[in-house]
């Protein structure tokens, strides 16, 4: 992407014009397409420089399996490659395709939607984690956190003071200040005693424990920095 005189365009690696430089803002390439402002209107081109829809969008997020987000008059939908919107406009946001599934907020509530632009669970969370990862979403209800998965169903019990995503089968949960692990079940782990913690990798975490930085195995053990 290049600028001149105020204005956005596209060349090739040989310095050829790809665009005409006369858009408002331009984003890199995502699965393909760029997403271009004009006159405070959005569109989206291919590498080519067609510009592949007209220019009439609020906002265009970028393109995440095959599909990006769109505002309109204040409302949110989806758009795919050839400009044809998923569903009609009445969501208040809309989180990016991840996993097959985009989170989607309806008057102050949270829920998701699949590629086909079906409701999965009623509008009932206070917040939700923006993207799904490996099936499981964090989820907040009257100032409690839990993880769903997919399907909706509640997998870490909506009760804690916060959540940590999951980790080699494993996710953080604080209750009382203190944080411990709970399995993909709920089963807890490894006890609440610890002041802060981080993800397991190749089944070790980083754990803050009496003021003190150590390392932790599976099953709550210490196994390094320990003294």
């Known amino acids: 992407m290049v600028k001149l005189n105020d204005k956005w365009g596209f060349i090739d690696e040989n310095g050829k014009e790809i665009t005409t430089i006369k858009y408002d803002a331009v984003r890199s390439f995502s699965e393909g397409l760029s997403v271009v402002s004009l006159n405070n209107k959005w569109s989206f081109i291919d590498k080519t420089g067609k510009e ?17 987000g769109i505002k309109l008059n204040d409302k949110w939908s989806f758009i795919d490659k050839n400009g044809k919107e998923l569903i009609p406009f009445k969501y208040n946001f809309v989180y990016n395709f991840k996993e097959g599934l985009a989170v989607v ?6 829920s998701f939607i699949d590629n086909g632009g079906n409701e999965i669970i009623p509008f009932e969370y206070d917040d939700f984690e923006a993207k ?3 099936g499981y979403a964090r989820v907040k209800l009257k100032d409690k956190w839990g993880i769903i998965d997919k399907y909706g169903k509640v997998v870490i019990e909506v009760k804690y003071q916060s959540v940590r995503s999951f980790s080699e089968g494993l996710a953080g949960v604080m209750l009382d200040n203190k944080w411990g692990f709970v399995n993909e079940y709920g089963s807890l782990i490894i006890p609440y005693e ?4 981080w993800s397991f990798s190749d089944g070790t975490a980083m754990v803050l424990y009496n003021d003190k930085y ?3 195995d599976k099953n709550g053990k210490c196994i390094k920095d320990c003294e």
Do not use: C, V
């Not at 592949?52 to 990006?68: P, S, V």
């Not at 907020?105 to 949270?110: H, M």
């Not at 610890?194 to 913690?197: G, K, L, S, T, Y």
């Open 52 to 68: 592949l829809i007209t220019f009439k969008y609020d906002i265009i997020n970028d393109f995440e399996e095959g599909l990006a």
């Open 105 to 110: 907020q309806l008057n102050n509530k949270w």
């Open 132 to 134: 799904f990862s490996k």
């Open 194 to 197: 610890f002041q802060d913690i």
């Open 214 to 216: 150590i390392y932790i």
